[in-house]
C-alpha cells in the first residue's frame, strides 16, 4: 500500500508539472513580409547590403522577447532585378500566396520600378 500512494504521488506530480509547463508553451503567429529588391545591384541605385540588413533586423526583431513577443517575422525574398516585367511578376507571386497574409511589402530599390508597382498595390 505504502508504494502504491509513493507511486500516485509521483504521477500526480508529474501531471501537474505536465499541464503547467503546457500552458506557458505557445507558438509564434506568422507575419509575413514581402521583399522585393534586386540581388545584382547597381552601386548608384541600391547597396548590395540592403537585402541582409533587412534580414538582420527581422533575426534581431524575432529573436528579443521584448518586441511582438507572440509573434515571428517571415521574409519572402524576392529578386526584382530592376526590371518592372520581373518585378510585376514576383509581386504576383507574394501576393498569390492565399495561406500568407502580406502584413507589409518592403522595396522596390529601383524608382522606375517603385512606381508603377505602388500604382498595382
Not at 24 to 49: A, E, I, M, R, Y
Request: hydrophobic share 45%.
Amino acid at each position: 500500500r505504502g508504494v502504491t500512494s509513493i507511486m500516485t504521488f509521483w504521477h500526480l506530480l508529474a501531471l501537474i508539472l505536465f499541464s503547467s509547463l503546457s500552458c506557458c508553451v505557445h507558438s509564434k503567429t506568422s507575419l509575413f513580409v514581402g521583399t522585393l529588391l534586386p540581388s545584382d545591384p547597381n552601386p548608384f541605385v541600391f547597396s548590395p547590403l540592403t537585402a541582409p540588413a533587412v534580414q538582420l533586423a527581422v533575426d534581431h526583431i524575432n529573436a528579443s522577447p521584448d518586441i511582438l513577443p507572440n509573434y515571428e517575422i517571415v521574409l519572402r525574398l524576392r529578386d526584382s532585378a530592376c526590371d518592372i516585367g520581373l518585378a510585376g511578376y514576383e509581386l504576383y507571386r507574394l501576393l498569390s500566396k492565399t495561406n500568407e497574409t502580406k502584413i507589409a511589402l518592403i522595396g522596390e530599390a529601383c524608382s522606375t520600378v517603385t512606381q508603377p508597382l505602388a500604382q498595382i498595390s
